[in-house]
């Protein structure tokens, strides 16, 4: 009762990765729900604030950091048993900037970097928005550079 391999993935001593391809999809799945929650959490009714507050930035910052590890776990599964190449390894490198730039825009409020005075309520502001979405994209840019281009077991 041999499940079927999933596409032209390498092996790890004669076993396909494929278990660690669906871990990794499955702890992405999780952190995006996550993420959602966060971000709009009147879509599960739960919204109890006009502004995006302390607490949402937080829940969809760890949503979002769920989502990198899950996509790192799975992306790092196709390369199988091979060396990563330098691509690879700077992928890994961009989605920690990615994050910590997401992070340091998200909470700038609450590090006391924002452009309101206080003691007002810390929000999320658009400049945040911009700065998350910025970091965002680093992410995005850093998975992009994990995947394996070449098939697997050939050597350039």
Known sequence: MSNPPLGNLPEINGIISRDRVYFGLFVATIGFIIFILGAKPEWFGLDRSPVVGFVQITVFLIGLAIVCLGGYIGLAALWGGQEKSIAADIGLRLISTGYVIAVFTGMADIFGMS???????????????V??????????????????????????
């Open 115 to 129: 452009v309101i005075n206080t003691p007002r309520v810390p929000f999320f502001g658009p400049w945040q928005a």
């Open 131 to 156: 700065g998350v979405q910025i970091g965002m994209g680093i992410i995005a840019l850093g998975m992009i550079l994990i995947v394996p281009f070449r098939k697997p077991g050939k050597r350039s």
